[in-house]
């Protein structure tokens, strides 16, 4: 994951911060796969069908057309990484849709006072619902908190707030799933290979998020005996630690079938060390969506030949979580009258065979 800010602010569950994984995901929806208009706009018809239930046909569903207006209040950290400004980008672009959403934006902070003071300031102004991505989300909790007793409901992105008191709907990536994606990937290509050997350019140890794809990666593993990870390298999510971290793993491995790295901008560095080694003869899997990514699988000249999501798109579909709830409204295509109180998106794998259909979320 595009991590690359340089403390505990960094997007997904932190260390004693876990977030919704397998036990608390509640329903997983495929953001990057999927429009995230389209979960919100199956269900739009008032007007009764002799073929459902009564409770199916009168739901209130949020749909595209103009309803009740909503101010939206969107708080952010510092879009200092490439992922995290494809996030506000999504954000920003989903509201500009809907001409019954305002949408009130935050400076951005790493810095989790200043942050802090910014969603006391859209608490102040009353808007209808806010949108919070947190640098940090234990130390923004309290704040979270503050906005759901004043009745203004929360729908906390990624960065999982310390308890679910701070939110109404939790929506995020899946780390442990990125690594499952990734090693069962690896995993099929490798099937027919005899002692194979992987290795693993990981993100920063100490954040709960690597220890989460690598665990993921490691329990795909097991089902494939053949398969052995041979070396592993923490890195540091920028392009200059992928750079150094993959020459060292190069320098120690002679050989190996396969790579999988955590993170795109990473891995922008490690093809660098892999080009000026003259390596190759082994394939790569990223991780995130970037679009220089993308662009490499779809040219399919090199050594990377997929990439697992963790798409900036679960910004959009918060934007329409909140315009759902400031409407009071629910998702289409579900027999609950309310949004669900956590979405966890899907963790996809794009290679040469459905790129064209991410190209247009990968971030730069």
Request: proline share 4%; with cysteine; net charge negative.
């Amino acid at each position: 994951m595009p991590e690359h800010t340089p403390f505990a602010s960094r997007r997904g569950p932190l260390a004693g911060n876990t977030g919704p994984l397998a036990s608390r995901r509640g329903l997983l929806f495929g953001a990057a796969a999927v429009s995230a208009g389209a979960f919100l706009t199956g269900c739009t018809s008032n007007e009764p069908d002799d073929d459902e239930g009564a409770g199916a046909s009168t739901q209130p569903a949020a749909d595209d057309k103009p309803g009740k207006q909503v101010t939206i209040g969107y708080a952010g950290p510092l879009a200092d990484h490439g992922w995290l400004n494809a996030v506000n980008d999504q954000a920003k672009g989903r509201a500009e849709k809907y001409s019954d959403v305002t949408l009130e934006v935050t400076e951005g902070s790493n810095d989790t006072a200043q942050q802090i003071g910014q969603i006391e300031t859209l608490i102040n102004k009353k808007v209808d619902v806010l949108v919070v991505l947190p640098a940090d989300g234990k130390a923004l909790t309290q704040v979270g908190l503050k906005a759901m007793r004043a009745g203004i409901p929360v729908v906390n992105l990624d960065r999982i707030f310390n308890t679910p008191q701070a939110y109404r709907c939790w929506v995020g990536g899946d780390n442990y799933g990125m690594g499952l994606n990734a090693g069962h990937y690896i995993g099929e290509q490798l099937k027919g290979k005899a002692n194979a050997r992987v290795i693993e350019l990981a993100g920063i140890d100490n954040l709960e998020l690597t220890r989460q794809r690598t665990k993921g990666f490691d329990d795909a593993l097991k089902n494939y005996p053949n398969i052995r990870k041979v070396a592993r390298q923490a890195a540091d999510f920028t392009v200059e630690s992928g750079q150094a971290k993959m020459a060292q793993l190069l320098q120690a491995q002679s050989s190996f079938d396969a790579l999988w790295n955590h993170d795109d901008d990473q891995g922008v560095g490690a093809l660098r060390a892999i080009e000026q080694a003259g390596r190759d003869g082994f394939l790569m899997v990223g991780g995130a969506g970037a679009l220089s990514a993308f662009q490499a699988i779809e040219q399919d000249n090199g050594v990377l030949k997929a990439t697992v999501l963790y798409p900036p798109t679960m910004a959009a579909s918060a934007i329409d979580l909140a315009r759902a709830l400031g409407q009071g409204k629910g998702v289409g295509g579900l027999a609950e009258f309310e949004i669900p109180s956590s979405l966890t998106c899907y963790s996809a794998v794009v290679d040469k065979n459905n790129v064209d259909q991410y190209m247009s979320t990968g971030f730069k």
